[in-house]
């Protein structure tokens, strides 16, 4: 079994930056790709950032310059440093990630609640 862990969600003010951490933990033999997903109410969930095992990433464009993701593969831990956030950031965030234990399966975290106050 799969777990992934969330963190780091919380209130901040327009302008801000918090930083969040996703860690994979269970029977893994390789994590390959790792990123971040949100979701606002009445919205369809959406990719905000991903970031392959070799260390190629993609963003969201509302989100370029703004946010970076990157990864510790030796403790299979995705990060999400996000600076200068806007209230149309605020969304519950939710870490994603293509896990090989037998097989591949995509996983997910329960997702941690970013708000941002204008």
């Known amino acids: 079994q799969v777990q992934l862990v969330e963190s780091g969600g919380g209130l901040v003010q327009a302008g801000g930056s918090l930083r969040l951490s996703c860690a994979a933990s269970?029977?893994?033999?390789?994590?390959?790709?790792m990123g971040w997903y949100r979701q606002a109410p009445g919205k369809q969930r959406e990719l905000v950032a991903v970031?392959?095992?070799?260390?190629?990433?993609n963003y969201a464009d509302s989100v370029k310059g703004r946010f970076t993701i990157s990864r510790d593969n030796a403790k299979n831990t995705a990060y999400l440093q996000m600076n200068s956030l806007k209230p149309e950031d605020t969304a519950v965030y939710y870490c994603?990630?293509?896990?090989?234990?037998?097989?591949?399966?995509?996983?997910w975290g329960q997702g941690t609640q970013v708000t941002v106050s204008s």
């Open positions: 994603n990630a293509l896990v090989a234990t037998d097989t591949w399966f995509q996983y």
């Open positions: 269970g029977r893994i033999f390789s994590v390959n790709r």
């Open positions: 970031c392959t095992n070799g260390g190629e990433t």
